[in-house]
């Protein structure tokens, strides 16, 4: 007789970045807004745009710790209603956010600076060196602060990625200013402006395209879900696992659902327990939801094992099987036990 036992794992990491984090951000945030006053004011006296630049930057590194708080506290949301989640991807939309708006800043400054290799301005540069020796300070002590709080969170390493840029900002603007001052070349202001947007560009890709891949339900970075696939199908009494979808709820959070038909008179909960424990402790997977039958008794052993997902549909290997009574629209690719041979 077919059984079915559906499981979800527990002990779930769904907990929400604690309140040490928010000390550790809010901190941040007041020490960069008021140095970025003073640094606008500076900056335009100077007629510095590598510090003026850098001022914008810390502009964005301040809204960037504001969407960071906003989303902790709408991820510590219950899940109710069809948000069955939570709001746990506010964090992600606040990196998605982060990382749009250093590639959009990047392309400004880019112009800006470009504008200024061909036509450079009187600039002071005992001014500039003075004041971003005292920002690489200010953000020194802003980078201590946001490493004390959770970074496996993509949502607080979006913030960490803006600080750690605007400090390497700050130290080519530093350069350039020491530049000025010594050698008269204004140019050096532009450059290090330039310097600034490759970071921003290298910081702005990343969380980009790390925030896309988890609203893509891409699986997470480093995990092979085929290598998974098989790895499960190798397990005792597993003769095929099918629609295995592995995907990230939020930062730190993977999932995991799937089909596991087992061979005939297999202890299916015995199946799902042991590879609950294994998704848990080898690939740090504990929100698994599996679904256990037993594989059809009818037919020879052999026939057992080579039973397919449906017509037209592709093994692991490419190869096309014979349809099954299970699953006749699988997705994804299926993974199998190979037929033992005498």
Same mark, same amino acid.
């Given at each position: 007789?077919?059984?079915?036992?559906?499981?979800?794992?527990?002990?779930?990491?769904?907990?929400?970045?604690?309140?040490?984090? %928010?000390?550790?951000?809010?901190?941040?945030?007041?020490?960069?807004?008021?140095?970025?006053?003073?640094?606008?004011?500076?900056?335009?006296?100077?007629?510095?745009?590598?510090?003026?630049?850098?001022?914008?930057?810390?502009?964005?590194?301040?809204?960037?710790?504001?969407?960071?708080?906003?989303?902790?506290?709408?991820?510590?949301?219950?899940?109710?209603?069809?948000?069955?989640?939570?709001?746990?991807?506010?964090?992600?939309?606040?990196?998605?956010?982060?990382?749009?708006?250093?590639?959009?800043?990047?392309?400004?400054?880019?112009?800006?600076?470009?504008?200024?290799?061909?036509?450079?301005?009187?600039?002071?540069?005992?001014?500039?060196?003075?004041?971003?020796?005292?920002?690489?300070?200010?953000?020194?002590?802003?980078?201590?602060?946001?490493?004390?709080? !959770?970074?496996?969170?993509? !949502?607080?390493?979006?913030?960490?990625?803006?600080?750690?840029?605007?400090?390497?900002?700050?130290?080519?603007?530093?350069?350039?200013?020491?530049?000025?001052?010594?050698?008269?070349?204004?140019?050096?202001?532009?450059?290090?402006?330039?310097?600034?947007?490759?970071?921003?560009?290298?910081?702005?890709?990343?969380?980009?395209?790390?925030?896309?891949?988890?609203?893509?339900?891409?699986?997470?970075?480093?995990?092979?879900?085929?290598? &998974?696939?098989?790895?499960?199908?190798?397990?005792?009494?597993?003769?095929?696992?099918?629609?295995?979808?592995?995907?990230?709820?939020?930062?730190?959070?993977?999932?995991?659902?799937?089909?596991?038909?087992?061979?005939?008179?297999?202890?299916?909960?015995?199946?799902?327990? !042991?590879?609950?424990?294994?998704?848990?402790?080898?690939?740090?997977?504990?929100?698994?939801?599996?679904?256990?039958?037993? &594989?059809?008794?009818?037919?020879?052993?052999?026939?057992?094992?080579?039973?397919?997902?449906?017509?037209?549909?592709?093994?692991?290997?490419?190869?096309?099987?014979?349809?099954?009574?299970?699953?006749?629209?699988?997705?994804?690719?299926?993974?199998?036990?190979?037929?033992? %041979?005498?």
């Amino acid at each position: 007789m077919t059984e079915h036992a559906h499981s979800h794992g527990h002990g779930h990491s769904h907990g929400v970045s604690p309140d040490a984090d %928010r000390r550790w951000l809010r901190a941040a945030l007041l020490l960069l807004t008021a140095y970025m006053a003073v640094e606008v004011v500076i900056g335009v006296l100077a007629q510095s745009l590598a510090l003026i630049s850098d001022a914008a930057h810390m502009l964005t590194d301040a809204v960037s710790i504001v969407l960071a708080l906003i989303a902790m506290r709408l991820a510590a949301r219950p899940a109710r209603g069809g948000y069955t989640y939570g709001l746990k991807r506010a964090e992600i939309l606040s990196a998605q956010a982060n990382g749009i708006t250093l590639l959009l800043l990047s392309v400004w400054l880019a112009y800006e600076a470009v504008q200024r290799l061909i036509s450079p301005p009187a600039v002071t540069g005992g001014l500039v060196l003075i004041t971003a020796l005292s920002g690489i300070v200010v953000n020194l002590i802003c980078t201590w602060l946001l490493s004390r709080a !959770n970074r496996s969170s993509l !949502n607080v390493e979006g913030a960490y990625q803006h600080i750690l840029t605007d400090l390497f900002g700050f130290v080519a603007t530093a350069i350039s200013g020491l530049i000025v001052l010594t050698t008269g070349f204004t140019r050096a202001d532009a450059i290090a402006s330039l310097v600034v947007v490759a970071l921003m560009l290298r910081a702005g890709t990343g969380l980009v395209r790390e925030s896309g891949r988890i609203f893509m339900e891409a699986a997470p970075a480093g995990l092979d879900p085929d290598a &998974l696939g098989e790895r499960l199908v190798s397990q005792d009494e597993v003769v095929e696992v099918h629609d295995l979808h592995i995907w990230q709820i939020t930062s730190g959070q993977p999932a995991l659902s799937a089909h596991i038909l087992v061979a005939p008179g297999g202890d299916c909960h015995k199946v799902r327990r !042991n590879l609950q424990e294994l998704l848990s402790g080898g690939y740090g997977i504990t929100h698994a939801t599996l679904q256990v039958d037993h &594989l059809g008794e009818q037919g020879s052993a052999g026939d057992v094992l080579t039973l397919g997902p449906g017509p037209g549909h592709a093994a692991a290997d490419g190869s096309e099987r014979p349809g099954s009574e299970h699953c006749e629209d699988t997705h994804g690719p299926v993974h199998r036990q190979e037929p033992r %041979r005498p």
